[in-house]
């Protein structure tokens, strides 16, 4: 049996993150095998990661990669912010990005499969996991494909809490994509061009806005005109071709890219927890209770 020296515990918390007295519990369980320990910390952590399946991860991060003329756009969560500073956390949602573009899978399933520099990407999430102590979940992703005649605009805000990955055809200029994805970034447009709208939201909104003219006292020959003003300014205001240029308000975003030769085809909006319910817990009574213990 190999003597479980403090070198061994640290080489062995160096290469799996965990704390000290669990590596060195490892060690004695395994009778000082390295490789061992490192099995049956893994195994471990695959049962506390398991047990952190009911939490609520809405945080994390948002990122983009770009491979050739395939991109990729993914969410990958974690139960607190605090993890977004986590440079393992950061790395590990970099790659996963990454490896869906340079691989394109058809949906999550074929995804979880794909090999990472820490094995299999389902594999890789349940070491984070037991690492950085939170329950970490790879979310959603896209894949976007493009021509050799368009470009693709990546933008991350803040860091990662806001991810755009938008595609421009008529040109080849990233630098031009990028400014449109921060425009995307910063108003939020639902649908590229008002075409996509469809027809039963124009109807539900014009029924909206025939009502509140008609509730502002205005006559019935008044409100159609009022209310083909205020559906077209609706419109302009979710199509993303129709709307003031973060960059330069004196022309719309379809004006802008013209200029450049370019028109939109498409964009990927990913903001980080969108759509999860959040747990509302009071933080400092949390920490309270641990304290307590």
Same mark, same amino acid.
């Given at each position: ?47 506390? =990661?398991? %047990?952190?399946? *009911?939490?609520? !991860? #809405?945080?994390? /991060? ?7 003329? &395939? @991109? ?29 573009? =340079?691989? %394109?899978?058809? *949906?999550?399933? !074929? #995804?979880?499969? /794909? ?7 389902? &594999? @890789? ?37 806001? !991810? ?12 031009? @994509? ?116």
């Amino acid at each position: 049996m190999a003597e479980v020296t403090a070198k061994l515990v640290k080489e062995l918390r160096d290469m799996t993150g965990v704390g000290m007295m669990d590596a060195k519990r490892a060690l004695v369980e395994v009778e000082g095998d390295i490789e061992k320990a490192v099995d049956l910390l893994r195994e471990k952590g695959m049962a506390k =990661a398991a %047990k952190k399946n *009911d939490r609520i !991860a #809405a945080e994390g /991060l948002a990122s983009v990669a770009i491979n050739g003329n &395939a @991109a990729a756009i993914v969410e990958v969560n974690s139960e607190t912010d605090f993890v977004s500073k986590n440079e393992m956390f950061q790395d590990l949602v970099k790659e996963i990005a990454e490896v869906i573009a =340079a691989n %394109k899978p058809a *949906d999550m399933e !074929a #995804a979880l499969q /794909l090999e990472t520099s820490k094995g299999k990407m389902e &594999a @890789a999430l349940i070491e984070a996991t037991q690492v950085i102590g939170e329950k970490i979940s790879f979310r959603r992703f896209e894949v976007v494909e493009k021509d050799d005649n368009s470009a693709f605009g990546g933008y991350l805000h803040m860091g990662g809490r806001i !991810a755009v990955l938008t595609v421009l055809e008529g040109t080849t200029d990233e630098s031009v @994509a990028k400014d449109v994805a921060m425009h995307v970034a910063a108003i939020n447009p639902r649908y590229v061009n008002e075409s996509q709208i469809s027809q039963e939201e124009l109807d539900h909104e014009k029924q909206v806005l025939t009502e509140q003219a008609l509730n502002e006292g205005k006559p019935a020959n008044i409100v159609e005109k009022m209310v083909e003003g205020r559906l077209k300014k609706f419109k302009a205001e979710i199509a993303l071709v129709d709307q003031p240029f973060v960059k330069d308000p004196d022309m719309t975003v379809e004006k802008f890219v013209a200029s450049k030769g370019a028109t939109v085809k498409s964009f990927v909006r990913f903001e980080v927890g969108e759509g999860i319910e959040k747990r509302e817990d009071n933080f400092v009574e949390e920490v309270m209770s641990q304290v307590k213990k």
